[in-house]
C-alpha cells in the first residue's frame, strides 16, 4: 500500500515561503509521478506541480510558474514544493498524489492519480 504523508504547511504573510513535503512509500516504482494539488474552500481542486521520479521536466501550473518549484530527494523518499512569493490566493489545503505509471500527458488532472495523502494546509495573510 503506498502511503504519502505531507507537513510543512503553515501561515506567512504575503511575499514569504513555505517548503512542503511530501514523504512517500513508493520503493522501487521508479516511474512514479508525484503532484501536488492544492485546494481553496468553495473552489476546485487545481494541480499545482507534478514530478516524475525517474527524471525529467517537472510541470508547473500557470498560475505557479517562477514561483513553485517541486523537486525530490529519492533516498528520503520525499517530494518537496518550494514556494515563494506566496500571495493570499495560494492559500489552500495543498494534498501530494501519486501513480505508479509514469505521469501522463496531462500530469495536473487529478483523476490520473490513485494515491492521495491528507494534505497540509497553506494560509497567506495579506
Known amino acids: 500500500q503506498v502511503r504519502l504523508v505531507e507537513s510543512g504547511g503553515g501561515s506567512v504573510q504575503a511575499g514569504g515561503s513555505l517548503r512542503l513535503s511530501c514523504t512517500h512509500s513508493?520503493?522501487?516504482?521508479?516511474?512514479?509521478?508525484v503532484t501536488w494539488f492544492r485546494q481553496a474552500p468553495g473552489q476546485e481542486r487545481e494541480g499545482v506541480a507534478s514530478i516524475s521520479l525517474g527524471g525529467g521536466a517537472a510541470i508547473y501550473a500557470d498560475s505557479v510558474k517562477g514561483r513553485f518549484t517541486v523537486s525530490q530527494d529519492n533516498v528520503k523518499k520525499e517530494v518537496y514544493l518550494q514556494m515563494n512569493n506566496l500571495q493570499p490566493e495560494d492559500s489552500a489545503m495543498y494534498s501530494c498524489a501519486a501513480r505508479l505509471k509514469s505521469c501522463p500527458y496531462s500530469p495536473l488532472q487529478g483523476y490520473a492519480y490513485t494515491y492521495w495523502g491528507q494534505g497540509t494546509q497553506v494560509s497567506v495573510s495579506s
Open positions: 513508493l520503493y522501487g516504482y521508479i516511474s512514479a509521478c
